[in-house]
């Protein structure tokens, strides 16, 4: 045996040093440590967030709480994650959406558009809004007037997909709040840029405006319900 | 220090379930299943269970019978065999130790990362745990994509509730030994010493591994199953294995159901796979009836299985078709550039293409290397197919899921550096060889 060894041992070394790079690109040794001194829980939590990203220690602190006997509606604000109902979910219980849960709540609900060549665009997302409440111009100058259409829009495909159309025909003070109260849900994608469109501006005037910003209404505003657990930004409603 | 015990236990009890039907079959049968290596019947033992779970799912039997059933006759067959066992003649195969020892340390780190990725999230952990709550097969309508394949999440659930109905990445942990097992299962077919052979293994799993793909994803078990079904069938090239067709067949229509349930595009990796041998290895009428009959009845079982538990959803697979004909030049230069990007971003494939197409030009071309080139050009054609006919979001879904679907077939073409090596190896015997005559 040992003599077998001896004669490969050149390739036993090279299979040792591979298994030692293998450990210590993916951290192993720290890995295992942390698996024996911390338990599965804290470690779950650290991962998902506890009243972030998933959300997913507030969650199940709800869970072992309230001991709920349905599946309570989940609305994650968070757009780097899906629905996190996943941690809590009950394949034998239906899910009642008179107790909600909102995950990541945030106060101003908006969208930010920059300039790009003629046009303003803005890449945030938005998933839980029921429509446009109004718009903010931020202008270089303290006023600027506006004689056009504004269009607000997605794009598949190059073509575009309107979301909002109106004229403008106004003096617009420097970060005065113009309301629009337009009711729509095609505002919310979790995916696409949206773009602002003023057709009939020049470029002069274009190049006034630093940013546009439109502020949203929230589809599930707190106001409209009672509050039975919160954390930071994460709250459970009824 | 409990959970490192269980992370152990669940790995050994993966490999005593594992060890049902032809290893412990061993000594009692005179099946050539049997000649097979200790991996090969691991990963034809896999093959079985799985196919087992399949069947349990859809008929809706509970998996713990399944279990008991499983527990029983491998007892009672370990307690039969015991006397004929020579533990004299045991040897420690250190190839499997190796094997063993890269399962645990994938282990370790997926029980240390814990996260899921956004389609587990959104789908995969629901299914799993329709299943891991004893739910029936058809109660998968009420979860978002229902007609989805359920075969991975049913395995992950399987493993999760047994033996310790512990953390739910005990289930995942089976993702980390098929995919070893099958890397280890690959690089057995090549010509060299075993000491070589794990060092080719370690290269392949270091390539190739990211916890990204053991958080809950399927792509991982597309990807293991394509190496296994490459390894058998490089086997039908193989002269040595000429009298094991029937079961070289059987095995690869167990694997086509597996990777038909597991996810959508599997069914087709293995059909081009099934298809590529029938075209270019002369088989008998047989086992060339037995592949398509095979191949047809698999295929046939899906449909009817999905149309009575109305799981399919037509309405989603009309909706996210779209055959304008004026899109399609606009989506081929997308297609195009992400494929070129993420092309070089799967190492896989820019180690083994090139490796590839010299093996083509400076050997001579034998059958499984036409296979092989067959098969690369059926899978890039897939590629355009499937992204060109979806409705308008092409580039969506071409960003997020062609590196995937580039991955899930990346294993395949590990075969490429298996025929260079044998191929390398071959010749240079035969220079030694011939040196050696002129020299006497």
């Not at chain 2, 002269?239 to 086509?256: D, H, P, Q, S, V």
Request: charged share 20%; glycine share 2%; net charge positive.
């Amino acid at each position: 045996m040992a003599k077998k060894f001896k004669k490969h041992s050149g390739l036993l070394l090279i299979i040792v040093f591979l298994l030692l790079i293998f450990i210590y690109n993916h951290n192993l040794f720290r890995k295992f440590y942390n698996i024996i001194f911390t338990n599965y829980e804290t470690r779950l939590i650290e991962k998902h967030g506890y009243c972030y990203d998933d959300s997913v220690g507030f969650l199940r602190m709800l869970k072992k709480k309230y001991k709920f006997n349905f599946n309570p509606l989940i609305i994650n604000y968070e757009d780097s994650v899906p629905n996190s109902g996943w941690s809590i979910y009950d394949t034998y219980n239906k899910i009642d959406k008179n107790h909600k849960i909102l995950l990541n709540y945030p106060k101003k609900y908006l969208l930010n558009f920059k300039p790009l060549d003629n046009i303003f665009y803005s890449k945030d997302n938005i998933m839980h809004s029921n429509g446009i409440e109004n718009i903010v111009f931020n202008l270089k100058n303290t006023n600027i007037r506006i004689d056009s259409d504004i269009k607000i829009y997605r794009k598949t495909l190059n073509k575009k997909d309107i979301i909002y159309e109106g004229n403008f025909h106004k003096i617009i003070n420097n970060n005065q709040k113009i309301p629009i109260q337009f009711i729509t849900k095609k505002i919310n994608s979790r995916y696409k840029a949206t773009f602002i469109e003023i057709s009939e501006l020049n470029a002069d005037q274009l190049a006034k405006i630093n940013s546009i910003t439109l502020n949203l209404n929230h589809e599930f505003d707190l106001k409209d319900f009672t509050i039975i657990e919160k954390f930071n930004n994460c709250y459970y409603v009824k | 220090m409990s959970e490192i015990i269980s992370i152990f236990s669940q790995i050994l009890f993966i490999l005593f379930i594992i060890s049902f039907p032809v290893i412990i079959l061993n000594n009692n049968s005179k099946s050539k299943f049997c000649e097979f290596s200790l991996i090969d019947k691991l990963c034809i033992n896999l093959i079985f269970l799985i196919n087992v779970l399949f069947f349990a799912s859809i008929l809706n039997i509970n998996s713990k019978y399944i279990l008991y059933l499983y527990l029983f006759l491998i007892i009672f067959l370990y307690f039969f065999n015991f006397k004929k066992i020579n533990f004299k003649n045991i040897k420690i195969n250190y190839y499997f130790l190796i094997l063993l020892l890269f399962i645990i340390l994938i282990s370790i780190d997926i029980a240390h990362e814990l996260y899921f990725a956004w389609d587990t999230k959104s789908f995969w952990f629901f299914k799993t745990l329709n299943f891991y709550q004893n739910q029936k097969f058809e109660n998968l309508k009420n979860f978002p994509i229902s007609d989805w394949p359920h075969l991975g999440a049913y395995i992950w659930s399987f493993f999760w509730k047994f033996p310790f109905s512990g953390y739910e990445y005990f289930g995942r942990i089976t993702y980390a030994f098929i995919y070893v097992l099958s890397i280890f299962s690959i690089v057995e077919i090549v010509k060299v010493h075993i000491y070589q052979k794990i060092i080719l293994a370690i290269l392949f799993i270091s390539l190739t591994y990211n916890y990204e793909f053991f958080s809950g994803l399927q792509d991982i078990l597309i990807f293991s199953f394509i190496l296994i079904a490459s390894k058998f069938t490089y086997y039908f090239f193989e002269k040595r294995y000429k009298t094991k067709l029937l079961e070289l067949t059987f095995i690869l229509l167990g694997i086509a159901n597996i990777l038909c349930w597991i996810k959508n595009e599997g069914l087709f990796f293995i059909f081009f796979l099934i298809f590529c041998i029938l075209i270019i290895k002369n088989l008998d009428l047989k086992t060339k009836k037995l592949l398509i009959t095979g191949s047809l009845t698999i295929f046939l079982i899906k449909i009817f299985i999905l149309n009575y538990y109305e799981i399919f959803n037509s309405d989603h697979f009309i909706g996210s078709l779209d055959f304008k004909i004026f899109n399609l030049f606009e989506k081929m230069k997308i297609i195009s550039l992400y494929l070129s990007i993420y092309l070089t971003q799967v190492p896989i494939y820019l180690i083994t293409l090139p490796i590839l197409i010299y093996t083509s030009f400076k050997y001579k071309m034998k059958d499984i290397t036409k296979f092989n080139l067959f098969f690369l050009i059926l899978n890039l054609l897939f590629i355009y197919v499937a992204f060109l006919f979806k409705s308008s979001e092409t580039e969506l879904q071409v960003r997020f899921s062609l590196k995937r679907v580039l991955f899930e077939t990346s294993g395949f073409y590990f075969l490429a550096i298996v025929i260079f090596i044998n191929n390398y190896l071959h010749s240079f015997n035969q220079k030694i060889f011939s040196s050696f005559k002129k020299k006497h």
